[in-house]
């Protein structure tokens, strides 16, 4: 009975429903622009939330983090 699925999974739609709407695609291109020049740890730290949020196994493999 929780939101935090639902949540993750249109925090992580919305930039792509936005840039379909012309006076939005400014403010998504900038804000990933934005997001990458945060801290590596932190952008990994958000990849580990979303991915343990969808059950998704072997993100250590994915990131490159285990060979």
């Known amino acids: 009975n929780s939101w935090k699925d639902e949540f993750a999974l249109i925090v992580l739609l919305l930039p792509a429903i936005l840039v379909f709407i012309p006076s939005m695609t400014e403010y998504v ?3 990933f ?6 801290p ?3 952008q ?3 990849f580990l939330a979303i991915s343990s949020s969808f059950g ?3 993100v250590s493999k ?3 983090l285990k060979k």
């Open 33 to 38: 622009e934005v997001l990458n020049t945060l």
């Open 62 to 64: 994915i990131m490159g």
């Open 44 to 46: 990994y730290l958000l």
């Open 29 to 31: 291109r900038v804000g």
């Open 40 to 42: 590596e740890w932190y």
């Open 56 to 58: 998704i196994r072997g």
